[in-house]
T-cell receptor, first 114, second 110 residues
């Protein structure tokens, strides 16, 4: 069985300041981990993916995430928030089972203040 | 290359009515999925199809049926809609474990 917990349902930052979105996971095996972003009334877009090649993963739009096996965490960061980063972010783990089913966290909504 | 497309974008139904949500992908992916999204719950898997000709239940299959019409198309049917099925529905496709999502269908059941 696997699960994902996003530790903050809402995060508010000022434009130009760092963003940290926290994610903890539980999995019986070495997982694939993802971050997706969803802008209002839009579908989900893949930000980045971890597959064990490197613990620090760089994604699109300046985001990166660090995989820490000892802490079972996969936190997402960006050094400087932009107004266009206002969206909902989902941490996701892949089951590596038949059908490669995904398990989603509950989401973190990011508000960026001018 | 349109990726994953879904129709309709919006739909309002009355309790007991039926409808089919359509999904198509042009990436030649083997696997396709249907999810529903409800506030604070992320996305939950309804049904998936690992390959053409196969379908399997996900986490919340009750009240839904699916058809994998061919490699490109995967439809979701509500036979008798209920207010609890008010949600946003997303289709996705994948090759390997990376899934690509459509824009969603916003369904309201009155």
């Amino acid at each position: 069985a696997q699960s994902v917990t996003q530790l903050d349902s809402h995060v508010s930052v000022s434009e130009g300041t760092p963003v940290l979105l926290r994610c903890n996971y539980s999995s019986s095996y070495s997982p694939s981990l993802f971050w997706y972003v969803q802008h209002p009334n839009k579908g989900l877009q893949l930000l980045l993916k971890y597959t064990s090649a490197a613990t620090l993963v760089k994604g699109i739009n300046g985001f990166e995430a660090e995989f820490k096996k000892s802490e079972t965490s996969f936190h997402l960061t960006k050094p400087s928030a932009h107004m266009s980063d206002a969206a909902e972010y989902f941490c996701v783990v892949s089951g590596k089972t038949a059908g490669n089913k995904l398990t989603f966290g509950g989401g973190t909504r990011v508000l960026v203040k001018p | 290359n349109a990726g994953v497309t879904q129709t309709p974008k919006f739909q309002v139904l009355k309790t007991g009515q039926s409808m089919t949500l359509q999904c198509a992908q042009d990436m030649n992916h083997n696997s396709m999925y249907w999810y529903r999204q409800d506030p604070g719950m992320g996305l939950r898997l309804i049904y998936y199809s690992a390959s053409e000709g196969t379908t399997d239940k996900g986490e919340v299959p009750n009240g839904y049926n699916v058809s994998r019409l061919n490699k490109r198309e995967f439809s979701l049917r509500l036979e008798s809609a209920a207010p609890s099925q008010t949600s946003v529905y997303f289709c996705a496709s994948s090759e390997g474990d990376t899934q690509y999502f459509g824009p969603g269908t916003r369904l309201t059941v009155l």
